[in-house]
């Protein structure tokens, strides 16, 4: 079985898309709605990559990164932001928290293919 890569954005559409992206990197798709579902989701499954909107309802993109880098299992696992905000603060935000790379929705499909499959490669994730 793929490794598994969570997917979590408060829009179906969106985490449609970024499913099929991650799929196509080698990884088994699983979607939360929120960040409360995706602490869930991530005890439940061995997550390899992490493909994170920051503005939802519950739990924000940010304050779920920032409690995912305290634990053991994932401190060091691929988080990839992936936001409509394109502001430098929001940016710096993610990154503080602990993302690995910052995306601007809609994303470029080439561009985000290529550049996770490196930040993959380089972290040992896969």
Do not use: W
């Given at each position: 079985m793929a490794d598994a890569a969570l997917v979590v954005d408060d829009s179906e559409i969106v985490r449609?898309?970024?499913?099929?992206?991650?799929a196509k990197l080698g990884?088994?798709?699983?979607?939360?709605?929120?960040?409360?579902d995706a602490i869930e989701k991530s005890?439940?499954?061995?997550?390899?990559?992490?493909?994170?909107?920051?503005n939802m309802p519950?739990?924000?993109?940010?304050?779920f990164v920032r409690r995912l880098r305290k634990t053991a299992k994932y401190k060091d696992?691929?988080?990839?932001?992936?936001?409509?905000?394109?502001g430098?603060?929001?940016?710096?935000m993610a990154?503080?928290?602990?993302?690995?790379?910052?995306?601007?929705?809609?994303?470029?499909?080439?561009?985000?293919l290529t550049k996770v499959a490196s930040l993959i490669k380089s972290k040992g994730a896969k």
């Amino acid at each position: 079985m793929a490794d598994a890569a969570l997917v979590v954005d408060d829009s179906e559409i969106v985490r449609k898309i970024m499913s099929n992206l991650v799929a196509k990197l080698g990884f088994q798709p699983v979607e939360a709605v929120d960040g409360l579902d995706a602490i869930e989701k991530s005890l439940e499954h061995d997550v390899k990559l992490f493909v994170v909107d920051i503005n939802m309802p519950s739990l924000d993109g940010i304050s779920f990164v920032r409690r995912l880098r305290k634990t053991a299992k994932y401190k060091d696992t691929p988080v990839v932001m992936v936001s409509t905000e394109a502001g430098e603060k929001d940016m710096q935000m993610a990154f503080e928290a602990g993302a690995d790379m910052y995306f601007v929705k809609p994303v470029k499909v080439d561009q985000f293919l290529t550049k996770v499959a490196s930040l993959i490669k380089s972290k040992g994730a896969k």
